[in-house]
């Protein structure tokens, strides 16, 4: 927990100053005295002030609402003897020389924490178990580089990022009665099936020509790995059942492999049926084009839904000839397809009157135009964006150099943006030495890094 971080960093960090010391020791004495701690938020890098029975009683709901288990022991040294022997048994994979480089020496308990959803109205959290420390974490790092070379996926209808979705709609033909929809496969990570999993890797070893003595040596990583799948919360040990490990840096690609056999199985007969021409899918959104005049999109979701027991989809046809899916806008148009970037209700920048460092405020802005420039707009959609971005550093009092745009080069030197110098008001608070509010936010925001904690005011 992040608030713990504080209360540790003057014993972990033996180069603190006094000042940094004092500030640490302020910023502690008031979270205790509020009873309040500190927590991330799930977007923005930011954090959350709250008090900690709030934050404990959302921690506490999540965990009731699943199915987990409590463990009376603590399987953590267990779980090292079996990483140990696990290891030592790989002959294959690993050269003895290098087994102690995929062993956690000092292996901890992992821990939950919640990131609070401020974007959400009950503002319910994010699970996120810290897998840092657990037994198995060197391995599962291993697993995930050792089997994307030896079993690559196929990874025929995934896309990687927004701008490969905007290539391929881009040569995506269009017709009249084409409709847009999006589908989302809910609660994935809990719902993957992982003894089916197993099996699905496996057969993916023997397709690929694996020798039988490192596809037993994967497979018992992988048993190994998902074995693991526990963490502590106010002293208890919790067990998820049958589950995707949450933090393991191998869940995302364990995923992919059930997800891409799922589709290899059983997804074209479904797309025959209803008529989809374009399936793209990221991660659990997934896009689809279809024939209006054959189907409807409750009809798609009902036969999605009967895909597989454990995965159940949600659905969301267009709007006045438009879809929103990441961070765009996909228009259907009498002759093709085209793009403009989406932006949430919630979605702001950094204000220029803040407290924050110049190169925060500045980074925002670049952020907003090197997305500009990496999405495939057409000259209308991109002007409107221009402009937008124009709009949004009015709104938030950035100071404007010129108001001309252009297309060809929407980001030129000094073009949108000249911030002007530091503001130059001193201030003589709390112990710190003369300083300009920037660079005192900076001094601040410097101690916080030391404790790794992201901070926005």
């Keep these: ?70 463990s009376k022991t603590n399987p953590t040294e267990s779980f090292q003897n079996q990483v140990w022997k696990v290891i030592n048994n790989s002959k294959a994979l690993i050269p003895q020389e ?4 995929h062993i956690n020496l000092n292996p901890s308990t992992p821990s939950i924490k919640g990131l609070i959803k401020l974007h959400k109205p009950e503002h319910l959290i994010r699970p996120v178990v810290n897998w840092r420390g657990v037994p198995a974490y060197k391995l599962a790092q291993l697993f995930t580089k050792k089997i994307r070379i030896i079993a690559p996926l196929p990874h025929t209808y995934t896309i990687g990022n927004t701008r490969e979705l ?49 596809r037993h040596e994967l ?24 589950s995707l490990v949450m933090g393991a ?19 074209t007969p479904l797309l025959d049926k209803h008529n989809i021409s374009v399936y793209f899918r990221y991660v659990d959104d997934i896009l689809i084009i279809f024939d209006s005049r054959d189907t409807e999109v409750v009809n798609i979701q009902e036969d999605f839904n009967m895909l597989h027991p454990n995965m159940k989809f949600t659905a969301e046809l267009e709007s006045n000839n438009q879809i929103n899916f990441l961070d765009i806008t996909i228009h259907k148009t009498p002759t093709k397809w085209t793009t403009s970037i989406y932006r949430k209700p919630s979605n702001s920048i950094i204000s220029y009157s803040s407290n924050h460092p110049p190169q925060h405020k500045h980074a925002t802005i670049r952020y907003l135009h090197n997305r500009l420039k990496t999405y495939h707009l057409q000259h209308e959609e991109y002007k409107e964006e221009l402009d937008t971005i124009h709009d949004i550093m ?30 130059q008001v001193k201030l003589h608070t709390n112990g710190l030495p003369s300083r300009t509010l920037e660079e005192k936010t900076t001094f601040i925001t410097n101690i916080f890094k030391k404790a790794d904690i ?4």
């Design 249 to 267: 840096p191998s869940s995302g690609l364990i995923a992919e492999f059930f997800l891409q056999n799922l589709e290899d199985t059983h997804l």
């Design 454 to 457: 992201s901070i926005t005011l």
């Design 394 to 423: 009015l709104n938030n009092g950035f100071p404007i150099h010129t108001h001309t745009h252009t297309h060809t080069d929407p980001t030129p030197q000094g073009s949108l943006l000249q911030l002007p110098a530091r503001n």
């Design 1 to 70: 927990m992040k608030a713990e971080r504080i209360n540790t960093l003057q014993e972990n960090n033996t180069h603190n100053t006094k000042l940094e010391s004092k500030i640490i020791r302020n910023i502690k004495t008031k979270l205790t005295d509020n009873s309040a701690m500190i927590t991330q938020a799930d977007k923005g890098n930011s954090i959350v002030i709250l008090p900690t029975e709030q934050y404990e009683n959302k921690v506490e709901q999540f965990i009731q609402s699943n199915n987990f288990l409590t």
């Design 166 to 214: 905007s290539n391929k709609l881009e040569s995506t033909p269009i017709l009249p009665h084409h409709s847009l929809a999006s589908l989302d496969i809910s609660s994935l990570y809990t719902n993957v099936p992982m003894r089916e999993t197993r099996d699905i890797i496996a057969n993916n070893l023997v397709k690929n020509g694996v020798d039988p003595q490192i």
């Design 98 to 101: 290098e087994k102690w480089k």
């Design 219 to 242: 497979l018992n990583w992988y048993d190994t790995i998902t074995q693991q799948n526990y963490f502590s919360n106010k002293e208890k040990i919790i067990i998820q059942q049958e």
